[in-house]
Nanobody
Framework: QVQLVESGGGLVQPGGSLRLSCAAS????????MNWYRQTPGKQRELVAR???????TYADSVKDRFTISRDDRKNTVTLRMNKLNPEDTAVYYC???????????WGQGTQVTVSS
């Protein structure tokens, strides 16, 4: 089963930018969707952005026009570019893969993003 490792989280000021990366231990080309979720204490994990292996992208309303998801099936990586960050974006961000032959959804360990002045 493929393993996912996130990186790129950290502390950023409101209005700033971050780039999250997700590296897979095995080829991801056949994985139907690669996704970024986020979770804050006491709340359910929510889908932030999704990219299918056909290139279709989907975003949560709260991040549209600020975040961009992309996948590189040659390098087996998924990237989330986050701009105009605000304190409500503070969360643990998780990389996830679903479908396309995976026996079950695969999750990374998460990376903390904190937006604060």
């Amino acid at each position: 089963q493929v393993q996912l490792v996130e990186s790129g989280g950290g502390l950023v000021q409101p209005g700033g930018s971050l780039r999250l990366s997700c590296a897979a231990s095995a080829p991801i080309a056949r994985i139907y969707s690669m996704n970024w979720y986020r979770q804050t204490p006491g709340k359910q994990r929510e889908l932030v952005a999704r990219v299918t292996n056909g290139g279709r992208t989907t975003y949560a309303d709260s991040v549209k026009d600020r975040f961009t998801i992309s996948r590189d099936d040659r390098k087996n990586t998924v990237t989330l570019r986050m701009n105009k960050l605000n304190p409500e974006d503070t969360a643990v961000y998780y990389c996830n893969g679903e479908g396309g032959g995976l026996r079950s959804p695969v999750w990374g360990q998460g990376t903390q993003v904190t937006v604060s002045s």
